[in-house]
């Protein structure tokens, strides 16, 4: 079955280091690939999403690109700061069909900038 | 603000207590949904509902009831809950693409309903 596999965390950075929070999937066909955002106290926020090969997509200084080839959706920002304090999960949708709400996430990667 | 209010945000019960947890959205989305949070498990779909029609259960024990009177609000009911149900309800919605269309994936999250079972 299709899953997701995001690396373990925590995370702790220094102000303006940058970030890598690596994610890999395993999916039939042809899924769309998310990054969401949880803000301490908050529930999820869509942060960016590709939903074929080769997309990058990009938000808030944060990027990620659907590497088909290496079933990867790695989350980077090239200059963290202590407000990206989160926890931050992968998923991925199939894609065609079915419900918006079908995502499967991985365990999500806490993550803190110390200034 | 996400448009999604959830409420209560902290609930503690006993076992045989009768509880409801309730979820409200403002978006105009024709989809809602129900995850469960625990500590280090992914995030864990438990109900859906698409034009107030339950669509999914993903095995999801009978002590948790799901009610949707309309395609603004959902409930989740609960009773003689176990101690290893204590975790985060997540309530979400989105505005469902259908059959054959392509999923965006966004879903919008309330806060959240911190649930401790004694």
């Known amino acids: 079955g299709n899953s997701v596999t995001q690396m373990e965390g925590p995370v702790t950075l220094s102000e303006e280091a940058f970030l890598t929070i690596n994610c890999t999937y395993t999916a039939t066909g042809y899924p769309s690939l998310f990054w969401y955002v949880q803000y301490p106290g908050e529930g999820l926020q869509l942060l960016l999403k590709?939903?074929?090969?080769?997309d990058k997509g990009s938000n808030k200084g944060f990027e990620a690109t659907y590497r088909k080839e290496t079933t990867s959706f790695h989350l980077e920002k090239g200059s963290v700061q202590v407000s990206d304090s989160a926890v931050y999960f992968c998923a991925l949708s199939e894609g065609y069909g079915g419900s918006q709400g079908n995502l499967i996430f991985g365990k999500g990667t806490k993550l803190s900038v110390k200034p | 603000e996400t448009g999604v209010t959830q409420t209560p945000r902290h609930l503690v019960m006993g076992m045989t207590n009768k509880k409801s947890l309730k979820c409200e959205q403002h978006l105009g989305h024709n989809a809602m949904y129900w995850y469960k949070q625990s500590a280090k498990k992914p995030l864990e779909l438990m109900f859906v509902y698409n034009f107030k029609e339950q669509t999914e259960n993903n095995s999801v024990p009978s002590r948790f009831s799901p009610e949707c009177p309309n395609s603004s609000h959902l409930f989740l009911h609960l009773h003689t809950l176990q101690p290893e149900d204590s975790a985060l309800y997540l309530c979400a919605s989105s505005q469902d693409s259908g059959v054959g269309r392509l999923n965006t994936g966004e879903l919008f999250f309330g806060e959240g309903s911190r649930l401790t079972v004694l």
């Open positions: 590709a939903t074929k090969a080769d």
